[in-house]
């Protein structure tokens, strides 16, 4: 699934908030500015992955607050930048996670 819209959002999030576990995975751009910016986000549970294009979609309010919800333990892969990116957009430590990172 790729998610381009804001229309589409809401339609990931329903497929989403039901797994209690999620994969995600941030790519950032990091040209002519101090701080990176969020270039795609990757998500995956259960049978649903998407990829959700942050400059395209306007409000990822939705999908930020899917990612806050500690209910859900949120996988990454040397999460360090992921979760510096997340909290620089949520305000908040994304919680619980699990790093597959040895």
């Known amino acids: 699934m790729y998610v381009t819209t804001d229309r589409d959002l809401p339609d990931l999030i329903r497929k989403l908030e039901n797994c ?7 790519e950032f751009v990091r040209e002519k500015t101090y701080f990176h910016r969020l270039g795609l986000i990757q998500i995956a549970g259960g049978e649903v992955c998407a990829a959700v ?6 409000n990822l309010g ?3 607050d899917l990612l806050k919800r500690r209910d859900k333990v949120k996988v990454f892969h040397a999460g360090k930048q992921d979760l510096e990116i997340l909290f620089r957009l949520t305000g ?3 919680q619980p996670i699990f790093d597959t990172q040895v």
């Open 92 to 94: 908040e430590v994304v």
């Open 20 to 26: 209690d576990i999620l994969a995600v995975d941030t």
């Open 62 to 64: 939705p999908l930020l």
């Open 53 to 58: 294009d942050p400059i395209s979609v306007k």
